[in-house]
């Protein structure tokens, strides 16, 4: 229990001080390069460094865990604690469990910031900021299909839950049918609600004999079951990072009328699966660390540590970005690397095993 407290302790010491640093580093670092295309409004400024700085945090918070790792371990044989609780009859594996307890938890936590929209989209608002002003801009020229309709909406506000400019095109065995011509909608109760509308409809068969077509006017009408602003927002304009509940509840709807979910996929294998190649990647290379200075250099050491995380860092994030724009499998790009690395963790836990 003592070496556990005092190993959790050091780990979370460097951990809150290299994720402070490296968060700094890029907020000011991004605040310099587009401090002169910022709106002329200190409250946006500083909600615009805010959701930088939650961008920040969920770019580089599963990269820390580790750099936190191998800082804390160089500490751990620098004062010679490390040799004290081996000494005392402390195992490795003793050692590596608060590594392991903490980064499962952080990881966690990390996961389940991602219920929020402020730190799922913080990018995305932040970008909105510097360009309109405005945290959550309108999405203009929306064109998506649902079931056997065709939907545009010239102008949605999600966070006001409307959209303007509103045509629904019917179609049946490749014909169209008719034309349903709004100029707004509301989302309310699950659906979207058109007080007003302008319904042209075609004759079945056009001759001489038919009566040609039809204008009626509609009201009250409720279309789209289901198709939440937030969710039509990101999910045709082919945005990557969903909220948890966005992303399940696009899947699940999309699922039904069997449209390519690849999308989807990728952004909750990043949310769930992408996380962990941190506790793997801990357990690697925590067997690679000597027990005492006088095994190796421990500068050399370090920077090869550090050198190889960002490396494998690197590669999931390529791999990430080239799973969000459809090039490879999303399980090939984001699945595999991480059982792979789990397998690796393995590896090196049977073989200290077996060596012991």
Same mark, same amino acid.
């Given at each position: ?59 580089? !918070?599963? $990269?820390?865990?580790? @750099? /936190? ?7 751990? *044989? &620098?004062?010679? +604690?490390l040799v004290s609780f081996y000494s005392l009859g402390y195992s490795r594996l003793d050692i ?16 389940? !910031?991602? $219920?929020?929209?402020? @730190? /799922? ?7 909105? *900021? &510097?360009?309109? +002003? ?46 349903? *011509?709004?100029?707004? +909608? ?171």
């Amino acid at each position: 229990m003592l070496a556990f407290k005092y190993v959790a302790t050091v780990y979370l010491k460097y951990f809150f001080i290299i994720l402070s640093a490296l968060v700094a580093f890029m907020v000011g670092f991004d605040y310099m390069q587009y401090a002169s295309a910022l709106p002329n409004s200190a409250n946006l400024v500083v909600i615009y460094v805010v959701f930088k700085a939650f961008f920040a945090i969920d770019m580089l !918070l599963p $990269l820390t865990l580790v @750099f /936190a790792m191998i800082s804390a371990k160089i500490q751990l *044989i &620098r004062s010679n +604690a490390l040799v004290s609780f081996y000494s005392l009859g402390y195992s490795r594996l003793d050692i590596l469990r608060p590594f392991l307890v903490v980064s499962f938890v952080i990881t966690s936590l990390f996961i389940s !910031l991602h $219920l929020f929209d402020s @730190f /799922a989209r913080a990018d995305e608002f932040s970008n909105n *900021i &510097r360009h309109d +002003a405005q945290y959550l801009s309108p999405t203009r020229d929306l064109f998506f299909t649902y079931k056997d309709k065709y939907i545009y909406f010239s102008k949605m506000v999600p966070l006001q839950e409307r959209a303007e400019g509103v045509r629904v095109f019917s179609v049946k065995n490749n014909s169209l049918q008719e034309v349903l *011509i709004a100029s707004k +909608a509301v989302y309310k109760d699950g659906y979207w609600f058109i007080k007003n509308a302008d319904l042209i409809t075609k004759p079945q068969n056009l001759d001489f004999s038919s009566m040609g077509i039809t204008v009626t006017q509609e009201k009250d009408l409720k279309i789209l079951k289901g198709f939440r602003p937030k969710m039509l927002d990101q999910v045709y304009e082919g945005k990557v990072n969903f909220t948890i509940k966005n992303a399940v509840d696009a899947l699940l709807l999309l699922n039904e009328q069997n449209v390519n979910t690849a999308t989807i996929r990728s952004a909750l294998y990043k949310i769930f699966i992408y996380p962990f190649f941190v506790p793997f990647l801990v357990v690697i290379i925590f067997f690679f660390v000597p027990i005492s200075v006088r095994f190796v250099n421990l500068s050399l050491f370090s920077s090869g540590a550090i050198l190889a995380t960002l490396m494998v860092w690197g590669v999931l994030f390529m791999l990430i970005e080239l799973s969000n724009h459809k090039t490879i499998p999303s399980e090939v790009g984001i699945v595999l690397p991480v059982v792979l690395l789990f397998f690796g963790a393995l590896y090196q836990y049977r073989r200290y095993r077996i060596s012991t």
